[in-house]
């Protein structure tokens, strides 16, 4: 099983950016599409983005297409999520799993820890 942690989450002012990150433990991180995932107060967790392994087929909830920018690192077992634009309603805990389409993969072992981001108003 792959170990992630996610990282990079914050408080900011709406309209801010933050850059989340999420390292896994193995490179067989490599054969795998990555995608974030976040659950707010109260609310399922939800799908955010996802990256196919060499980053060719990229996908974005309604929600956050043209505020979020999702990408990879092949070489250092590491998905970025570039978030601009932010506003209240994207407070939630960020998670990243790795993905088929936009769904967690069957076999995908346990969530992270998350990272905790926080937009004021």
């Known amino acids: 099983q792959v170990h992630l942690v996610e990282s990079g989450g914050g408080l900011v002012q709406a309209g801010g950016s933050l850059r989340l990150s999420c390292a896994a433990s193995e490179r067989t991180f490599n054969s795998y599409a990555m995608g974030w995932f976040r659950q707010a107060p109260g609310k399922a967790r939800e799908y955010v983005s996802s990256i196919s392994v060499r980053g060719g087929i990229i996908r974005y909830a309604d929600s956050v297409r043209g505020r979020f920018t999702i990408s990879r690192d092949n070489a250092k077992n590491t998905v970025y999520l570039q978030m601009n634009s932010l506003k209240p309603e994207d407070t939630a805990v960020y998670y990243c799993?790795?993905?088929?389409?936009?769904?967690?993969?069957?076999?995908?072992?346990?969530w992270g820890q998350g990272t905790q981001v926080t937009v004021s108003s």
């Open positions: 799993a790795p993905v088929l389409g936009e769904a967690p993969r069957s076999d995908f072992g346990s």
